[in-house]
């Protein structure tokens, strides 16, 4: 792999040696100060929980289209639902993009003081033994191992090692599953997915095999991202750009129309909701540019403009 897309064994972060968290830690820094891609592995998540989980996620696509509808996104005020294809339009510039998805948020009970508040309530679940358990056991799979990413950001960005853990703690986090349908009659206009950033601290991406993302290096060349079995795509996203002052940075990407079915399944982490988004480095200035926010106004800021009214 290049310098653009390195690979980086992440194993060392659980290691006891302290020296073994800095390197690590020194890898993430170098991909985040650079293209803000980079591959995962020594994560310890098992092959056999992510066959389990795509096999889940085709066995929803595969339910008929008026029961993936009646969970729809629109009838949900917290990002949380199905949405078909054309309806998320990530590049302005571009048509609609041709996918499908459904979004999976942080599960609470009803009873908990946070339920109806931004970005909390209610998931909704489709009518299939069993999906549920598998869906929130990997929700807290990837909760789990972006907390960790984190710590080694710290480490590089000479932060205490534990400075984002209480903003983490019960995150916006997106657990989204996307369908692309394959090109008809050898092609189409629309993308799979619009050439965007992502708006929240970091993707953990799956992929089953199929490829069509591609990311813009700095010199504006656009460059696949090739499957790795194993591995996890991780990218940095614009809240943490924003966090820590453009030292790290999110990268445009996009995703063409496959030729055969393609599926992903995409953990975005988005702070807790309350928490104040404000530049750690960069002093005075830095706040200038980016006046404090909390996590869950600016998702909103974000994500609002991407969606068409059903």
Not at 10 to 29: C, F, Q, R
Not at 137 to 155: N, S
Not at 232 to 246: E, H, K, Q
């Amino acid at each position: 792999m290049t310098d653009d897309l390195p690979i980086i064994d992440m194993s060392g972060l659980l290691s006891e040696a302290p020296a073994d968290h800095m390197a690590v830690a020194a890898a993430l820094g170098r991909a985040c100060r650079g293209t803000g891609f980079f591959y995962v592995t020594g994560h310890g998540v098992a092959p056999a929980t992510m066959t389990a989980l795509f096999a889940e996620a085709k066995r929803f696509f595969d339910l008929p289209l008026r029961d993936r509808q009646a969970l729809s996104i629109h009838r949900n005020r917290n990002n949380r639902g199905y949405f078909g294809l054309t309806e998320e339009h990530l590049d302005p510039a571009a048509l609609p993009d041709r996918k499908e998805g459904i979004n999976i948020g942080l599960e609470l009970d009803p009873s908990d003081p946070e339920f109806d508040r931004p970005f909390r309530g209610e998931n909704y679940w489709p009518d299939l033994p069993g999906w549920r358990e598998v869906m929130l056991g990997y929700f807290d799979l990837c909760v789990a191992l972006g907390r960790t990413l984190h710590r080694g950001f710290c480490l590089d960005l000479g932060l205490a090692e534990d400075f984002f853990e209480p903003a983490l703690d019960r995150p916006i986090g997106t657990l989204r599953l996307l369908r692309y349908p394959p090109a008809a009659d050898g092609g189409t206009a629309a993308p799979g997915a619009g050439e965007h950033t992502d708006y929240g601290n970091i993707t953990i991406l799956a992929v089953d095999g199929v490829g069509g993302l591609q990311l813009r290096r700095r010199d504006g060349v656009w460059i696949d991202a090739p499957t790795i079995p194993g591995a996890f795509i991780v990218n940095i996203g614009d809240c943490l750009m924003r966090w820590t002052d453009d030292v790290y940075v999110s990268t445009p990407h996009r995703v063409g129309v496959p030729q055969r079915e393609r599926l992903s399944i995409a953990f975005f982490l988005d702070p807790n909701p309350d928490v104040i988004v404000a530049p750690v480095l960069g002093g005075e200035a830095a706040l200038t540019r980016y006046p404090p926010i909390s996590g869950a106004d600016y998702l909103r800021f974000r994500i609002d403009p991407t969606y068409k009214a059903a």
